[in-house]
């Protein structure tokens, strides 16, 4: 499980724009925004992307002039022991 909590700021006319194209991507979550163009966006990985990849993915999206990596999360789930054998 590989989680990143981004603050994306998109200029303010692409902004609607900026919402559209980033809630269309798998893996990707609007949590927040405000009204100048910056969003609480939560990016996982998918089975297919890696949650860096996605990050990246952002920068391309017209409007987008800052992606920052706030938070990181990764655990390794293969490793982990379930809970009925605890």
Do not use: W
């Not at 909590?5 to 405000?34: I, W």
């Amino acid at each position: 499980m590989n989680i990143c909590g981004c603050l994306v700021h998109v200029a303010k006319d692409k902004a609607d724009a900026a919402k559209s194209k980033m809630t269309g991507m798998a893996g990707v979550e609007v949590h927040a925004a405000t009204d100048d163009g910056k969003f609480v966006v939560v990016v996982e990985d998918t089975d297919d992307k890696r949650a860096s990849d996605q990050i990246m993915a952002l920068h391309q999206i017209p409007g987008v002039i800052s992606v920052t990596l706030n938070y990181h999360h990764f655990e390794d789930l293969s490793q982990r022991v379930p809970l009925a054998s605890r």
